[in-house]
C-alpha cells in the first residue's frame, strides 16, 4: 500500500519532500508499529544534524556571488584565450568555461542558468544554430555535479558517512575524462557541422583576456587546493570561497556591490532549505526502509543474479537511469543509496568511494533526460528552444557518458588513484 501511494503522490505532482514524509508516516500506521510516533519528530530533525551539510548553503553563496560579481564572463573570456583559433573554438570555450564553472558551482542547473545567459548569445552571434548552442552548454551542465565542488558529494558523503574531502578528490579523475569525452564529441560535431573558426586574438588581446581571468581562477583553487593542502575541511574551503568571490568581485573587478549581498544571501537561504528540508524528509523514509530490512533483502536479491562486482555496478547504472528519468539527482540520491550502499561494500567490496562516483554520475544524466529532466527544461526555458530538441542534440554526449561511466566501472583504480 505505501509503495502505490508513493507512486501516487508522485504522479500527481505533490513535491518529493512531501511524498517521503507522509509514506514514512502511512508506513507506521498500515503497519499498526504507532510506538515509532515518538521517534517521527527526532528522526525528521536527526536528518539535519550533520557537520558536512554546513557546506551546501556556502557553496550555493559562491556560486551567488561569482554570478553578481562577474567572474563567470571573465572566465569564458580566459577559456578564448587558451582554446584560441580553430573550428569550432567557441564551442570548446563554452565547454572550457563549463568545467572552471563547475569546480566553482558545484550545481547543473545554477551553471546552465549562468552560462545560457553568457554563451548562448554570443555563439548565435558568430553563426552557430540557437539550437546547437544551447545543447552544448547543457552539456557542459553535466560537469557541475562531478568536479568538485558537489553538492551531490556532500550528500552522498553525508549519507555514506565517509570523508566529503576524499570525495572531492575522487571526482577530479572522473571530471577530467568527462570533460575530454565531450571534448572529443565536439570535434565530431565541429567536423560534421561544419562549426564557425573563433576569431583570432592578437597577443594583448590573449595576454589581457588571461590577465583578468586570473583572479576568477583564485576561487577554485582556493577550494581544491585548500582541501588538498589539508588546510581545511570541505565547509571551511567553501567559507573562504565565498569571501574569495566577494573579494575578487569587489577590489579586482569592482563589479560586486555590498547591496548584492543581501539579495544573495536571500536566495542562498531559500535554495537552501528547500534542499535541507528534502534531506530531513528522507531521513525519515531511510529510517523506514531500514525498519523493514529492505537492505538485506536487496542484497540477497541482486547477489542471486551475480557475484561479480562489475556486473553488479552495471544492474546499478541501468537501475538508476530509469531513476533519474523520473527522479532529480538529490531526492534519487538519498533514496537509493541506504539501501544499495550495503550492498556494494559487504557483500561485493566495492570502495564506498568508486560505488558513489558511479551513483552520482548516472543520476546527473537524468537532468537531461525526459521526462522530469529540470536542467533540460531549465535550458528550454532560458533558450525557447523545445526541450525535445534539446534532448535529441544531447544524445552524443550522453553517450560519451556512459562510455566513461563503463570505463570507471571496469578501472575503479581511475576513482581511487588519488585518495
Not at 192 to 208: C, I, N, V, W
Not at 245 to 260: H, N
Not at 319 to 342: E, K, Q, R, T, Y
Request: aromatic letters at 8%.
Amino acid at each position: 500500500m505505501v509503495a502505490g501511494l508513493f507512486v501516487v503522490l508522485l504522479v500527481i505532482g505533490v513535491p518529493v519532500a512531501f511524498v517521503l514524509a507522509i509514506s514514512a508516516l502511512i508506513y507506521i500506521f498500515s503497519t499498526g508499529n504507532t510506538v515509532l510516533l515518538d521517534s517521527y519528530p527526532q528522526q525528521f530533525f536527526g536528518g539535519l544534524e550533520n557537520y558536512g551539510l554546513l557546506a551546501l548553503p556556502l557553496f550555493i553563496l559562491v556560486g551567488e556571488c561569482m554570478n553578481e560579481g562577474g567572474i563567470a564572463r571573465r572566465l569564458m573570456n580566459m577559456a578564448t584565450a587558451l582554446i584560441g583559433s580553430i573550428k569550432g573554438g567557441l564551442a570548446y570555450v563554452n565547454l572550457l568555461s563549463n568545467m572552471m564553472m563547475a569546480s566553482i558551482l558545484g550545481s547543473t542547473v545554477a551553471q546552465i542558468t549562468i552560462m545560457s545567459r553568457i554563451a548562448v548569445p554570443e555563439m548565435e552571434r558568430v553563426g552557430y544554430r540557437r539550437d546547437t548552442a544551447v545543447a552544448i552548454t547543457a552539456a557542459g551542465g553535466l560537469l557541475a555535479p562531478i568536479i568538485p565542488p558537489s553538492m551531490m558529494f556532500v550528500i552522498f558523503g553525508v549519507i555514506a558517512q565517509i570523508s566529503i574531502g576524499d570525495l572531492f578528490i575522487a571526482g577530479i579523475v572522473p571530471g577530467i575524462l568527462l570533460g575530454l569525452a565531450f571534448f572529443a564529441v565536439l570535434g565530431w560535431m565541429a567536423r560534421r557541422h561544419d562549426f564557425p573558426t573563433t576569431e583570432k586574438l592578437t597577443f594583448p588581446q590573449r595576454l589581457k583576456a588571461m590577465r583578468d581571468g586570473a583572479a576568477a581562477v583564485l576561487i577554485p583553487l582556493t577550494i581544491v587546493g585548500s582541501i588538498l593542502g589539508g588546510l581545511a575541511t570541505p565547509t571551511e574551503a567553501a567559507a573562504l570561497a565565498c569571501v574569495a568571490a566577494i573579494l575578487v568581485g569587489r577590489l579586482v573587478y569592482r563589479e560586486f556591490d555590498l547591496r548584492m549581498l543581501w539579495p544573495a544571501l536571500l536566495r542562498t537561504a531559500r535554495n537552501s532549505a528547500i534542499v535541507l528540508f528534502l534531506i530531513a524528509a528522507a531521513n525519515l523514509f531511510s529510517w523506514v526502509i531500514t525498519f523493514e530490512n529492505l537492505p538485506a533483502l536487496a542484497a540477497a536479491w541482486i547477489s542471486s543474479l551475480s557475484d561479480s562486482p562489475a556486473t553488479f555496478l552495471v544492474l546499478v547504472m541501468l537501475m538508476l537511469l530509469l531513476v533519474g528519468m523520473i527522479l532529480d539527482p538529490i531526492p534519487a540520491l538519498i533514496l537509493v543509496v541506504p539501501v544499495l550502499l550495503p550492498v556494494a561494500t559487504d557483500v561485493y567490496a566495492i570502495s564506498p568511494f568508486h560505488f558513489g562516483m558511479i551513483v552520482c554520475l548516472t543520476l546527473v544524466m537524468g537532468l537531461l533526460t525526459p521526462p522530469v529532466g529540470s536542467a533540460l527544461f531549465t535550458a528550454s526555458a532560458l533558450s525557447g528552444v523545445r526541450a525535445e530538441r534539446i534532448a535529441v542534440l544531447l544524445l552524443p554526449y550522453l553517450a560519451a557518458m556512459l562510455m566513461v561511466l563503463l570505463l570507471l566501472i571496469y578501472v575503479p583504480s581511475l576513482v581511487t588513484v588519488l585518495i
